[in-house]
């Protein structure tokens, strides 16, 4: 089964500093997602990304995040300077065309201290 | 925006049967559901699209009401490893297929 795959698992960090998250979505899949869950509650939507540039962002999505697929192959999510409410565990998504639902990565579980 | 869920909790015992409503304050193109375990990623499910058509899980269905914008999940015969929390995905339409995902409902099945 085709997997998507998310590092680190864990990250601390500590306030203001830069952080880089990474997934490798499955490889014949189409759009691409961002979602965190803070403490086990609500998934939320942070950015969606198709072919090749951001289809929509929320409004947690602000100027100190970005996204690149800078080889076609990998997927970041680059947190500018981080905040202590940007704790939280951040979920990359992939779909594909058609009936498709989303396969979620395992998650970075990142901590701002 | 985000679709509510209902019962938020429900706690049942091996071989009964449960439901998972979702309602959304939007019109809906397709409907989503997805299961978590504690510490773990959400898994795909259901997916259940306007017009009918559907594809999903072989012990579990779900209905999808377009002109009320509510879905249920049903789990029937319910085992030990449908525990979790399960969330509605809605998709109101759109180039994105992005996903809004609802309150969430936390399932514990007993032996």
């Known amino acids: 089964e085709p997997e998507v795959t998310q590092t680190p698992s864990h990250q601390v960090t500590q306030m203001g500093q830069e952080v880089i998250l990474r997934c490798v979505p499955i490889?014949?899949?189409?759009?691409f997602y961002w979602y965190r869950q803070i403490l086990g509650q609500k998934v939320e939507f942070l950015v969606s990304f198709y072919n090749n540039e951001i289809s929509e962002k929320s409004e947690i999505f602000d100027d100190q995040f970005s996204v690149e697929r800078p080889d076609g192959s990998n997927f970041t999510l680059k947190i500018r300077s981080t905040k202590l409410e940007d704790s939280a565990m951040y979920f990359c998504?992939?779909?594909?065309?058609?009936?498709?639902?989303?396969?979620f990565g395992s998650g970075t579980r990142l901590t701002v201290v | 925006q985000q679709p509510v869920q209902s019962p938020q909790a429900v706690i049942l015992r091996e071989g009964e049967d449960a439901v998972i409503n979702c309602s959304s304050s939007?019109?809906?193109?397709?409907v989503h559901w997805y299961r978590q375990k504690h510490g773990e990623a959400p898994v795909f499910l259901m997916i259940l699209l306007k017009g009918g058509e559907q594809k999903g899980h072989e012990k579990i269905s779900a209905s999808f009401n377009e002109k009320k914008q509510q879905s249920s999940l049903y789990l029937t015969a319910s085992q030990l490893s449908y525990s979790g929390t399960y969330f509605c995905g809605t998709d109101p339409g759109g180039a994105t297929n992005k996903l809004i995902f609802g309150t969430g409902t936390l399932l514990a099945v007993q032996p």
């Open positions: 998504a992939s779909a594909g065309q058609g009936l498709s639902g989303y396969t």
């Open positions: 490889s014949n899949h189409l759009y």
């Open positions: 939007k019109a809906l193109y397709s």
